[in-house]
């Protein structure tokens, strides 16, 4: 079946340094790409998406672009707050489905 | 902002009992799925739900779960007789169409002792 994989978490940076979170995704069909974000004690919400190769999300200064040819959708940020902090899910479509990698917990330090 | 609500917050059950957690979704959206998340693993696809009728589910939506649209704003999850491994978060998720962006809500934690 389909599926989503994202890098080893937990991970951790001092405020304004660079974030990446990588994702691979499985190539069946064609995809829309999305990251969701979940702060502590809330709901999933929509942070970006793409749905076609080479389209770019963004939203809040990160950002992700759809590569098919690596089957990525690497999220980007560079800069990051302290507030960024919370878990990070990269997830596509299959039909009616999501289906979301493992999550990365990204800590944020002043 | 529409947004997906969901209750109750928390809920804990015995084992054997049922137990029904309820979403309002967005109101012009047509698709309305269930998720849920085991603490520290992935959120997984239960089922999702149109026209009155079920769409897909996974395999692990077996014959103690069921979903029902009530009236014309409650979607609902019921689990018949709640086992320990139902234990986790639930998330209701709305969309306007389908492969449409899925809007979640908070979520309900279900605790089964």
């Known amino acids: 079946g389909d599926s989503v994989t994202q890098m080893e978490g937990p991970v951790t940076l001092s405020e304004e340094a660079f974030l990446t979170i990588n994702c691979t995704y499985t190539?069946?069909?064609?995809?829309?790409l999305f990251w969701y974000v979940q702060y502590p004690g809330e709901g999933l919400q929509l942070l970006l998406k793409?749905?076609?190769?080479?389209d770019k999300g963004s939203n809040k200064g990160f950002e992700a672009t759809y590569r098919k040819e690596t089957t990525s959708f690497h999220l980007e940020k560079g800069s990051v707050q302290v507030s960024d902090s919370a878990v990070y899910f990269c997830?596509?479509?299959?039909?009616?489905?999501?289906?979301f990698g493992e999550g990365t917990q990204l800590t944020v330090n002043p | 902002e529409p947004e997906v609500t969901q209750t109750p917050s928390h809920q804990v059950t015995q084992m054997g009992q049922e137990v029904i957690l309820r979403c309002v979704p967005i109101?012009?959206?047509?698709?309305f799925y269930w998720y849920r998340q085991i603490l520290g693993q992935k959120v997984e696809f239960l089922v999702s739900?149109?026209?009155?009728?079920?769409?897909?589910k996974s395999e692990i939506f077996d014959d103690q779960f069921s979903v029902e649209r009530p009236d014309g704003s409650n979607f609902t999850l019921k689990i018949r007789s709640t086992k320990l491994e139902d234990s986790a978060m639930y998330f209701c998720?709305?969309?306007?169409?389908?492969?449409?962006?899925?809007?979640f809500g908070p979520g309900t934690r279900l605790l089964v002792l």
């Open positions: 998720a709305s969309s306007e169409e389908l492969e449409e962006t899925q809007y």
């Open positions: 190539a069946t069909g064609y995809p829309s």
């Open positions: 793409a749905t076609k190769a080479d």
């Open positions: 997830a596509r479509n299959s039909g009616s489905r999501l289906t």
């Open positions: 109101s012009n959206h047509l698709y």
């Open positions: 739900f149109y026209n009155n009728e079920i769409s897909e």
